[in-house]
C-alpha cells in the first residue's frame, strides 16, 4: 500500500489529509502521541505496515501480520469534557462497521465499548487514549487495527478472531476500506461536535445488538453480570444488575445469553 493508493481514495477534509506511511514501528498510537508532543494538529492520520509493539486494550498486546492489515492512529482534538471521550470510540466502530458494508459487502456488528465483529468474530478493535496539552484540551489519539486480509491467526485468538477476508472470500483493498473509515468517522466526528450525542447513540444502539443480552463485564477488577439496558448519552454502557441500573464506561464485555 503506498502514499498515492491512499490518496486516490481518500474524499475526506481533514482526516488523513496529512499522513505518514510508515514500513515498521514500535506502535501507531505511540507515533501519534509522539507526533502531538511536537505540536501535530487535528487530522494526522499514521499507518503502518508493521507494528513492532501494537497495543490493545487493558495492557495487551494487538497481533497484525505485516502488510496483510490496517493498524493506524488518528489525531484529533475535540473540546469535550474527558468523560465524553468514550463516544469518539464508538464513533469509530460505527465508521468502521460503515467502511466494511460499503467497500466489502459486509454487515458488520460492533460491540460495546469498542470492537466490531463480522460473523460473532472480532475483525477491528479500537483503543482511544487522551494525552494531555499544556493549557490546552487534551488530544486523543484514536488508533485502529483492522485484520483485512490475513488468513490465520495465532491459538490463542483463532476461536474468536476473523479477518474481513476470510468473511468476505475475497481480498480487500486497504487502501479504499482506510479512506472510507476516514470519511465515515469525518462525519460522525461533526455530528459528534455539533453536540448531537443523542444521534451518535442511536445510530450506535442500531449497529450494536447488545441491549437486551445477559452479560458478564470485568470492569477493572470487578466483576458484574446482568442484562444490558441500553447506552447512555455521554456512551456509557447501561447495565441492569437485581433491579437496579448502573452505567459502565470501560471494561471486557462476555456475552452470556444473547
Ligand atoms: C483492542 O481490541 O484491544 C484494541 C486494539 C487496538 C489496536 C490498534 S492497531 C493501531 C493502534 N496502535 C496500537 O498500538 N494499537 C492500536
Not at 153 to 163: D, G, L, N, V
Not at 183 to 200: K, M, T
Not at 243 to 257: L, N
Request: some cysteine; proline content about 4%.
Amino acid at each position: 500500500m503506498s502514499d498515492d493508493d491512499i490518496k486516490k481514495c481518500l474524499h475526506t477534509r481533514v482526516f488523513g489529509r496529512r499522513l505518514l506511511l510508515v514500513d515498521s514501528l514500535d506502535s501507531t498510537n505511540e507515533r501519534a502521541k509522539a507526533l502531538i508532543r511536537q505540536g501535530e494538529e487535528e487530522g494526522t492520520a499514521v499507518v503502518a505496515e508493521e507494528q513492532t509493539a501494537g497495543r490493545g486494550r487493558l495492557g495487551r498486546s494487538w497481533h497484525s501480520e505485516r502488510g496483510k492489515n490496517l493498524t493506524f492512529s488518528l489525531i484529533v482534538t475535540p473540546d469535550m469534557a474527558p468523560a465524553e471521550a468514550g463516544l469518539l470510540s464508538l464513533c469509530a466502530a460505527l465508521a468502521v462497521s460503515r467502511a466494511l458494508g460499503e467497500t466489502a459487502g459486509l454487515s458488520a456488528e460492533c460491540k460495546w465499548p469498542n470492537d466490531v465483529l463480522l460473523n460473532g468474530k472480532k475483525c477491528c478493535g479500537i483503543l482511544s487514549e487522551a494525552i494531555p496539552r499544556p493549557g490546552r484540551n487534551p488530544a486523543i489519539v484514536i488508533g485502529i487495527g483492522i485484520n483485512v486480509n490475513q488468513s490465520a491467526f495465532p491459538p490463542e485468538i483463532e476461536r474468536t478472531a476473523t479477518s474481513v477476508m476470510l468473511a468476505a472470500g475475497r481480498e480487500v483493498d486497504r487502501a479504499a476500506l482506510l479512506a472510507a473509515v476516514l470519511l465515515h468517522l469525518e462525519s460522525l466526528y461533526a455530528l459528534l461536535l455539533g453536540a448531537d450525542r443523542a444521534a451518535i447513540v442511536s445510530q450506535w444502539t442500531e449497529a450494536c445488538p447488545m441491549t437486551g443480552t445477559t452479560v458478564a463485564v470485568d470492569a477493572g477488577g470487578t466483576r458484574l453480570s446482568g442484562t444490558v439496558a441500553g447506552f447512555d448519552r455521554d456512551g456509557a454502557m447501561i447495565l441492569r444488575t437485581e433491579g437496579s441500573e448502573r452505567k459502565i464506561y470501560a471494561g471486557d464485555v462476555t456475552i452470556i445469553q444473547p
